[in-house]
Nanobody, 118 residues
Framework: QVQLVESGGGLVQPGGSLRLSCTAS????????MGWYRQCPGKQRELVAV????????QYADSVKGRFTIYRDNHEKAVYLRMNSLQPEDTARYYC???????????WGQGTQVTVSS
């Protein structure tokens, strides 16, 4: 069973930036897609971004296109989410995931909280 550990969340002011990191325990994650989901209390979890096994394909939620960038480093067994121009509506718990393309939702990390507030 693969383990995913996120880091990089925190409190940021509107317009600020954060980079989320996720490191996997198993090198075999290079064979699978990886993604970032987010969830607010009482709401369904939504896909933010997903990247294919070797990074050649990416998909983003419409709400984050042009602001967020997903990328991965398979040598480091890591996936990253660079978040720019953060707004209060981006506040959520962000989860790293991996699995089949494009949903990448077979395994989950514990999440990292992102709060955007002045």
């Amino acid at each position: 069973q693969v383990q995913l550990v996120e880091s990089g969340g925190g409190l940021v002011q509107p317009g600020g930036s954060l980079r989320l990191s996720c490191t996997a325990s198993d090198s075999l994650v290079s064979l699978f897609a990886m993604g970032w989901y987010r969830q607010c209390p009482g709401k369904q979890r939504e896909l933010v971004a997903v990247i294919s096994n070797y990074g050649s394909a990416k998909q983003y939620a419409d709400s984050v296109k042009g602001r967020f960038t997903i990328y991965r480093d398979n040598h480091e067994k890591a996936v990253y989410l660079r978040m720019n121009s953060l707004q209060p509506e981006d506040t959520a718990r962000y989860y790293c995931s991996t699995g089949s393309w494009p949903s990448a939702n077979d395994y989950w990390g514990q999440g990292t909280q992102v709060t955007v507030s002045s």
